[in-house]
Every structure is written in structure tokens, then in C-alpha cells.
T-cell receptor
Framework: NAGVTQTPKFQVLKTGQSMTLQCAQDMNHNSMYWYRQDPGMGLRLIYYSASEGTTDKGEVPNGYNVSRLNKREFSLRLESAAPSQTSVYFC????????????FGSGTRLTVV | GESVGLHLPTLSVQEGDNSIINCAYSNSASDYFIWYKQESGKGPQFIIDIRSNMDKRQGQRVTVLLNKTVKHLSLQIAATQPGDSAVYFCAPRSRPLSSGSARQLTFGSGTQLTVLP
């Protein structure tokens, strides 16, 4: 039972480069989320998808785009990476948008130089 | 918006002792709260939740207490074990970010619990 799988685990980008963070869940959950975690801070919501076919902005969406490819997969794209986007990114899923017992992936550590 | 703080950023306890992790929240409209545990190098893991119509909820070795009057909750861990070493987050459910959007969790900065042998 894999749960939530994120790839890659580590990535270094140069300023201005683009990349996509991948996330897949195998629990048949309807809702999926992308968070970022900066040192000494809690998690901040970037985007979420309450159900397949829908996406909504979270607290810090600027500089990011998302795609809910199907029920299982929810990707996060950085079109032009900036040093301020250096962070650890977590994907999470839950049964539904009003179920807050999230299952998190193990994270992607991204460094933008 | 919601701000979530913790009384202590770090807490060290002896193995076998009880741990108490505190959390203050600002939004009196918060009606649901979750505690998450995050071990080093891993994603957060759900521990326990409590709704605002309760003032206490117990799980396996954990108890959460909610005081709505002073907007404070605490997580108590009984007989703390080395495996309890982690960062603990409280996360109140916040107002919707925009009209019609789903309510989201607001995570505090966390308390690092270290269990001493």
C-alpha cells in the first residue's frame, strides 16, 4: 500500500528553469493538495483539487500551476523557478474535501539557485 | 486570517514521562482542529482531531484538550517513547479562502519534541 507517491525526492533548478512535481495516490481519494514547507514554518497550501476535474488556489498560489490529470494524479508546475521557491513540497490526499485526515507523501526537496 | 502559534518551539522530555504540547489559535470561528506529527524526512501524519463541540478527546496514548474560551488546545502524550520524537503541528480549520471554496487547514510552525533516554 504505497499511499501518496511523490517524484522526484530531490531537485536542484537554476533560476528561470521550469519543472513539474508529480504526485499520485492509490487510495481512491477524491481530494488532493499541494503544500510547501519552509524552515521553521508550518505548511502553506499552494493549490488543491477538491475532486477530479476541479482545482482551486490556496494561500500561496503565485508562481505555480497545477493539473489534476485524473483521479489518481495531481501535478504541480513551476514555469520559471525563483530562489523564493526553494522549499520542501508535500502532496496530500483525502477522501473528500471535508475530510481533513490527510495522507501526505514524503516530500520533494527543491532548491533553486 | 488565521494565525496559529505554539507556546514552545521545542520540548524535551524523559522517556516514560508525559508530554504536553500547547497550541493557541486566533480565530474564534474555528470549529475543527487536527494534530499532525512529522518525523524527520517524512510527511506529516494524522494523529487525532477534535470538534469544537467537545473539550476532550482521547486516542491511543494521546489526549487532546480544547479550551474555546481562551482559544487554546493541547496535545498530551502519555508514557512518551523514543518514537514520539517529531515535530507536532496543530491545524485549525480556517475560513474559506474565497466564496464557495472549501475550508482549509492552517498549520502552525510546530513544536519539536525530543525524547531523552
Amino acid at each position: 500500500n504505497a499511499g501518496v507517491t511523490q517524484t522526484p525526492k530531490f531537485q536542484v533548478l537554476k533560476t528561470g528553469q521550469s519543472m513539474t512535481l508529480q504526485c499520485a495516490q492509490d487510495m481512491n481519494h477524491n481530494s488532493m493538495y499541494w503544500y510547501r514547507q519552509d524552515p521553521g514554518m508550518g505548511l502553506r497550501l499552494i493549490y488543491y483539487s477538491a475532486s477530479e476535474g476541479t482545482t482551486d488556489k490556496g494561500e500561496v498560489p503565485n508562481g505555480y500551476n497545477v493539473s489534476r490529470l485524473n483521479k489518481r494524479e495531481f501535478s504541480l508546475r513551476l514555469e520559471s523557478a525563483a530562489p523564493s521557491q526553494t522549499s520542501v513540497y508535500f502532496c496530500a490526499s483525502s477522501e473528500d474535501w471535508d475530510n481533513y485526515g490527510y495522507t501526505f507523501g514524503s516530500g520533494t526537496r527543491l532548491t533553486v539557485v | 486570517g488565521e494565525s496559529v502559534g505554539l507556546h514552545l518551539p521545542t520540548l524535551s522530555v524523559q522517556e516514560g514521562d508525559n508530554s504536553i504540547i500547547n497550541c493557541a489559535y486566533s480565530n474564534s470561528a474555528s470549529d475543527y482542529f487536527i494534530w499532525y506529527k512529522q518525523e524527520s524526512g517524512k510527511g506529516p501524519q494524522f494523529i487525532i482531531d477534535i470538534r469544537s463541540n467537545m473539550d476532550k478527546r482521547q486516542g491511543q496514548r494521546v489526549t487532546v484538550l480544547l479550551n474555546k474560551t481562551v482559544k487554546h488546545l493541547s496535545l498530551q502524550i502519555a508514557a512518551t517513547q523514543p518514537g514520539d520524537s517529531a515535530v507536532y503541528f496543530c491545524a485549525p480549520r480556517s475560513r474559506p479562502l474565497s466564496s464557495g471554496s472549501a475550508r482549509q487547514l492552517t498549520f502552525g510552525s510546530g513544536t519539536q519534541l525530543t525524547v531523552l533516554p
